[in-house]
T-cell receptor, first 112, second 112 residues
Framework: DTGVSQDPRHKITKRGQNVTFRCDPI?????LYWYRQTLGQGPEFLTY????????KSRLLSDRFSAERPKGSFSTLEIQRTEQGDSAMYLC??????????FGQGTRLTVV | QQQVKQSPQSLIVQKGGISIINCAYE??????FPWYQQFPGKGPALLIA?????SEKKEGRFTISFNKSAKQFSLHIMDSQPGDSATYFC???????????FGQGTRLTINP
């Protein structure tokens, strides 16, 4: 396994459009996390899954954001009606129940 | 109480010198303290991590020092090399969720 994989790497979208990102975690990892990172800042937690159950959501995750992890494998993060303030790097990470979190390369979203 | 404060914001060190980055936290429920290295356009990479039952952990040129009573921890990079030039983030998480709270980051430049 080569690590956490995210797709696409870059996405440019017009304001008001919907976008969906995909994350494939390290195969034996049962936990999957989504973070958002803006320029010059540390990553901010959005949500996490243990297997297929979404166990925590940040207040940063507005109603326009939804995440799924069907069958406890890959995960998708959808943003509806994108706004310019959604422009950021969206990072996925995975881990075992104990142990460090490993991040993917991220999806850079630009809303124009 | 969820914050992790990191300093300095930027640091310039000569090749071969020691780079030191400091972090402080408030939440006494935090029990896992990793450091991440991030290059431009890439996701954060886990460097080294420590739990509060030890005061120091060393892996190669990287050492974490941990002071539980002061609620502070630091990263020391020995024999700093130009390839170490990156942004470094400290983070912390509490029991169970492993949701990471990140510091603001330190941009490290190693001059040749």
């Amino acid at each position: 396994d080569t690590g956490v994989s995210q797709d696409p790497r870059h996405k440019i979208t017009k304001r008001g459009q919907n976008v969906t990102f995909r994350c494939d975690p390290i195969s034996e990892h049962n936990r999957l996390y989504w973070y958002r990172q803006t320029l010059g800042q540390g990553p901010e937690f959005l949500t996490y899954f243990q297997n297929e159950a979404q166990l925590e959501k940040s207040r940063l995750l507005s109603d326009r954001f939804s995440a799924e992890r069907p069958k406890g494998s890959f995960s998708t993060l959808e943003i509806q009606r994108t706004e310019q303030g959604d422009s950021a790097m969206y990072l996925c990470a995975s881990s075992l129940t104990t142990g460090g979190a490993f991040f993917g390369q991220g999806t850079r979203l630009t809303v124009v | 109480q969820q914050q992790v404060k990191q300093s300095p914001q930027s640091l310039i060190v000569q090749k071969g010198g020691i780079s030191i980055i400091n972090c402080a936290y408030e939440n006494t429920a935090f029990d896992y303290f990793p450091w991440y290295q991030q290059f431009p356009g890439k996701g954060p990479a886990l460097l080294i991590a420590i739990r509060p039952d030890v005061s120091e952990k060393k892996e190669g040129r990287f050492t974490i020092s941990f002071n539980k009573s002061a609620k502070q921890f630091s990263l020391h990079i020995m024999d700093s090399q130009p390839g170490d030039s990156a942004t470094y983030f400290c983070a912390a998480s509490g029991q169970g969720a492993q949701k990471l709270v990140f510091g603001q980051g330190t941009r490290l430049t190693i001059n040749p």
